[in-house]
């Protein structure tokens, strides 16, 4: 008993220190203490970036052993091979640093105040304010972080590098106001304005699926109307419900409206489901969109159709925005307005990789509800799928 009690003194420093990176600066009695947070600081870089234990080091208030211990290899004396080393952010491997380990993060990464200087960065927008059916999407980002510790550094069916490529990082969560979504529109565009700005190409964990509205009002101040994939049970072009013209079902005829979507451009898979008109897709070919129904997915590889898709794209910027109920249910239930006879997550994987060498200025992956599915499934395939986004970002490389 006395063991455990002093090995339990040695780290509390550790987990002081750790705790107190969660919290705002200032916080309360977690404000930060400058050699505890140098510290945490180190040990967080050195794990993610060399994957190898840091020196020993002390602090008046504990023992260097404590901290070697912390961050031992699982074989006493093995190295990391020499492929992981890298100048960019690297996720841990799970044979070095157990995969419960840390803070909880995109697939482990570094967590980072803002996007400067990264090429990439995973951002989450917990919001459901404009959900129609189930709520919970607002705890999507949290989940989908907690199952992508399984996501591991390098795509073994693709060869796809990223993190040999790209500077990667999790930048956290917009702070949304979950009382006024009107407001946490505004909030949402001023974010991602920023992280445009700095060159950043923005991965994001949803949120309801209201959140791509100002997202791409951010990316398109930039490149102009940008093309898009999306991938959905719905087509979200509802006008208005309940008297708002603003919820997760009118979000890309708000889009059209500002002039948001390059529309011959626009490339929406999975469509079904009953509906409230006996013509719901009319609006959608008005506008110059492609609509993939799910019955012209039903029992086939997707692969000739993104070809046709890759060559409409262009070269143009191009959004993807994929929403997890464009799934079956069977296989994604943690959904708020879940479909029969979806798509497959081997049809998404086909999707997404049937989109690298495009000219990709951000992605989305919206509508993850985890209390409706207590296996983790439909977060851990959101993970992968985000982790499949990032592989065909340009400038990615192949090993």
Not at 198 to 218: E, F, K, R
């Amino acid at each position: 008993m006395g063991q455990r009690v002093g090995e339990w003194v040695r780290m509390r420093p550790v987990l002081w220190a750790a705790c107190s990176q969660l919290l705002p600066q200032g916080a309360g009695l977690c404000a930060p203490k400058p050699a505890l947070t140098t510290l945490v600081t180190t040990l967080v870089t050195t794990s993610h970036h060399s994957l190898r234990p840091p020196a020993p080091l002390a602090t008046s208030s504990s023992s260097p052993s404590a901290f070697a211990a912390f961050l031992r290899p699982l074989v006493p004396g093995s190295r990391a091979p020499t492929r992981w080393s890298s100048r960019f952010n690297v996720p841990p491997s799970a044979l070095l640093v157990a995969r419960p380990v840390g803070v909880c993060s995109m697939m482990r990464l570094p967590l980072q105040a803002s996007a400067e200087g990264l090429d990439a960065a995973f951002v989450g927008v917990p919001l459901d304010t404009g959900t129609s059916n189930r709520p919970g999407a607002r705890f999507g980002p949290r989940q989908i972080r907690a199952e992508s510790a399984m996501v591991r550094r390098c795509n073994g069916s693709t060869g796809a590098a990223p993190f040999d490529s790209l500077r990667v990082a999790d930048i956290g969560d917009v702070n949304v106001n979950l009382y006024n979504l009107p407001d946490s529109c505004r909030l949402i565009r001023e974010s991602y304005q920023g992280i445009v700005a700095s060159g950043c190409v923005p991965l994001t964990l949803g949120g309801d699926h209201t959140i791509t509205y100002p997202i791409l009002q951010a990316l398109a101040a930039k490149h102009g109307p940008v093309a898009l994939v999306h991938v959905d049970a719905h087509t979200d072009t509802g006008d208005t419900a309940l008297g708002e013209k603003i919820y997760h079902g009118s979000t890309f005829r708000r889009c059209v409206e500002e002039g948001l979507l390059d529309c011959g451009r626009v490339v929406q898979i999975g469509i079904r489901g009953s509906s409230y008109d006996p013509d719901p897709n009319k609006y959608c070919r008005e506008q110059g969109f492609r609509v993939v129904p799910a019955e012209e997915c039903w029992m086939k590889s997707l692969e000739p159709l993104m070809r046709e898709v890759r060559a409409q794209m262009g070269d143009k910027p191009m959004y993807i925005s994929f929403d997890i109920d464009g799934l079956d249910p069977a296989y994604a239930p943690g959904t708020g307005t879940p479909e029969i006879a979806g798509l497959t997550p081997a049809q998404a994987l086909e999707i997404i990789r049937g989109c690298r060498g495009l000219n990709i200025v951000g992605c989305d992956l919206v509508e993850v509800a985890p209390m409706y599915d207590a296996s983790g499934n439909t977060a851990l395939l959101g993970a992968n799928l985000l982790f499949e986004m990032l592989c065909v970002l340009p400038g990615v490389k192949t090993l």
